[in-house]
C-alpha cells in the first residue's frame, strides 16, 4: 500500500486473519494461497478457501484444501471479456503517464494495443507459438527480449512468471527506461540485482524509483515492480465489476456446497448497464435460448 514499509503491510494483512474475539474467519479470499497454506495453516480446519493460482502447490502435493479459482469457475466471462481487457488497457496507461508524465508516440514499448493506440511501436516476445502468430499477423514486431531490450523505451511484462527481465536485460536498456509489471506477481522484474547492482537508487515519488546505473543510464522502475495498474491507478468501474464478482461467487459457495449458480456474470454485468442507463434487447419467443450461447 501507498507509503507503507513491506512489514507494515504484512502486519496489516495479518490483523485480518481473526475477529476481535479471537474466532478464526469461516472464509478467506486468500490470494495465491500463501498466507494460510504457509502461515496460518491452522485456518484451513473444516474450510475451503476460495484462492487463485494454486496449480503448483498442487503439483507439489502442498495442497491442504479443495480450492476453487473463483473467476475461472464462477465468473469466468466477466473476468476475461472485461477486467483483464479494459482493466489493464486503460489503467496500464493511465498508470504510466500519472507515475511519469511520459509522451508514448513515438516510444518502443510492449503491451500491444493500447500503446499502439498512443502512437507507440510495439515489440512483442511471446513463448506460446500460436500467440506468437497472432501478434505477427496483427502487424507487431515479434522479437525476443535479449534483442527487445536494446530498442525499447518502455518495458511492460505481462506473464506472472519470474526472470522476465534480468540484470542482462537492464545492462543495455536506453536511458531513462521506464520498466513496470502488470502481471499477477512482483517476480517479473529482478529487482533484487537492480537494488545490489545499481549505483543510486533516487525515489522520485511515491511508487516512482530511478535507478543510476554504473554505466551512468539510468532505469525508472514504477510501482516496485508489482501491478502498476493496482500501485499507480486503476479506474473504479472496473474494479466494481472484478469486486462484485468475488462477493457474489463467495455468497453463492457458502450457500451451496454442492451445485453451485453460473449465472453471476450475467447478474453483474446486468447491474452494471443499470449504471450506465443500457437497455438490452429481448429475444422472442422463435429466437434462441440464450442458455445455448457460450462465451
Known amino acids: ?32 494461497g500463501d498466507l494460510t497454506h504457509k502461515k496460518y495453516p491452522i485456518l484451513l480446519s473444516g474450510m475451503g478457501p476460495m484462492v487463485h493460482n494454486l496449480y503448483k502447490m498442487m503439483k507439489n502435493s502442498e495442497l491442504k484444501v479443495p480450492a476453487v479459482l473463483t473467476p475461472s469457475f464462477l465468473s469466468l466471462s466477466l473476468q476475461s471479456k472485461f477486467d483483464k481487457l479494459y482493466g489493464c488497457r486503460e ?29 507507440a511501436r510495439v515489440f512483442v516476445t511471446e513463448v506460446d507459438p500460436i500467440n506468437a502468430l497472432q501478434a505477427a499477423v496483427e502487424g507487431y514486431e ?9 530498442e525499447g523505451n518502455i518495458f511492460v511484462t505481462t506473464t506472472g512468471c519470474e526472470d522476465i527481465l534480468l540484470g542482462k536485460h537492464f545492462e543495455q536498456m536506453k536511458d531513462d527506461s521506464i520498466v513496470c509489471n502488470i ?16 549505483a543510486e537508487k533516487i525515489n522520485i515519488k511515491p511508487q516512482v524509483d530511478r535507478y543510476r546505473m554504473k554505466s551512468g543510464r539510468y532505469i525508472i522502475v514504477l510501482a516496485e515492480g508489482r501491478l502498476v495498474n493496482l500501485g499507480c491507478a486503476i479506474p473504479g468501474f472496473v474494479m466494481s465489476n472484478s469486486f ?37 434487447t429481448k429475444l422472442s419467443d422463435k429466437q434462441p435460448n440464450p442458455d445455448h450461447y457460450h462465451y
Open 91 to 119: 489503467s496500464l496507461i493511465d498508470g504510466i503517464k500519472r507515475a511519469t508524465d511520459v509522451m508514448i508516440d513515438g516510444k518502443v514499448a510492449g503491451c500491444i494495443q493500447v500503446l499502439r493506440g498512443f502512437g
Open 1 to 32: 500500500m501507498l507509503g507503507m514499509t513491506d512489514e507494515e503491510y504484512v502486519w496489516c494483512i495479518e490483523q485480518t486473519v481473526y475477529w476481535k474475539d479471537g474466532q478464526p474467519l469461516n472464509m478467506i479470499l486468500d490470494d495465491s
Open 183 to 198: 502481471g499477477h506477481f512482483d517476480c517479473e522484474i529482478d529487482l533484487n540485482w537492480l537494488n545490489a547492482n545499481s
Open 142 to 150: 515479434v522479437t525476443t527480449m535479449e534483442e527487445a531490450c536494446k
Open 244 to 280: 462484485t464478482n468475488q462477493v457474489l461467487d463467495q455468497i453463492e459457495l457458502w450457500k451451496n456446497t454442492t451445485k453451485y449458480s453460473l449465472g453471476l456474470d450475467e447478474e453483474v454485468a446486468t447491474a452494471h448497464l443499470d449504471k450506465l442507463g443500457v437497455k438490452l
